[in-house]
């Protein structure tokens, strides 16, 4: 059975600062999505991962995926606070059915 | 942009009613999914489809159905709500290996 964990599962940060959130993963897949999700608003997808070594940056976030070690990282460059949301990893459950098995989210501040 | 439309935002029932959560989707997506989302437990799947009339368990299918008659629309159905299924709905479609597009969420107290 699949499993994937988010950690932190909360993270107050400085504006200016660099952090990073992980997402480990307990069996093999090759496709992993990041969503961002805003207090009362639904899901925004923000990345796909497709293969091993992927990096797909996007303004102060870049996620990389490291299908070897099960590990995908969201890194957060010079936080600002229009980041702070609460983020979620999201692993193909293989099989070709299209299920996604989705951590428990971290959630950002990024404090003035 | 993909459009993904919960029927209600925010939806109080009563224990023992039948209840229907309706999402529409105009992208002519293929899969369409419904998950709950409660604090500390993050999302999870009871149900999803991958055409008309076709349907599989997720992960806590229990005291939920659904149906999916037309492409664009797929029903989840509680046959007799419990407080325990006081809750985030959140509905999805996707295209295959494609991100899933989420609707904004239908809010449901069971009193």
């Known amino acids: 059975e699949l499993k994937v964990e988010q950690n932190p599962l909360f993270l107050s940060m400085q504006e200016g600062k660099n952090y990073t959130i992980y997402c480990n993963y307990s069996t093999t897949s090759d496709r992993l999505y990041w969503y961002r999700q805003d207090p009362g608003k639904s899901l925004e997808s923000l990345f796909v991962l497709l293969s091993n070594g992927a990096v797909k940056q996007e303004g102060r976030l870049m996620a990389s995926l490291d299908t070897k070690a099960r590990l995908s990282t969201l890194h957060i460059t010079a936080a600002v606070h229009d980041l702070s949301a609460t983020y979620f990893c999201a692993v193909d459950n293989q099989g070709g059915s299209e299920k996604l098995v989705f951590g428990k989210g971290t959630k950002l501040t990024v404090n003035p | 942009d993909v459009k993904v439309t919960q029927s209600s935002r925010y939806l109080v029932k009563r224990t023992g009613e039948k209840v229907f959560l309706e999402c529409v989707q105009d992208m002519d997506h293929e899969n369409m999914f419904w998950y709950r989302q409660d604090p500390g437990l993050g999302l999870r799947l009871i149900y999803f489809s991958y055409d008309v009339k076709m349907k599989e368990k997720g992960d806590i299918p229990e005291g939920y159905s659904v149906s999916r008659e037309k492409k664009e629309r797929f029903s989840l159905i509680l046959e007799s709500a419990s407080t325990n299924q006081t809750s985030m709905y959140l509905c999805?479609?996707?295209?295959?290996?494609?991100?899933?597009?989420f609707g904004d969420g239908t809010r449901l107290s069971i009193l």
């Open positions: 999805a479609s996707s295209q295959s290996n494609q991100p899933q597009h």
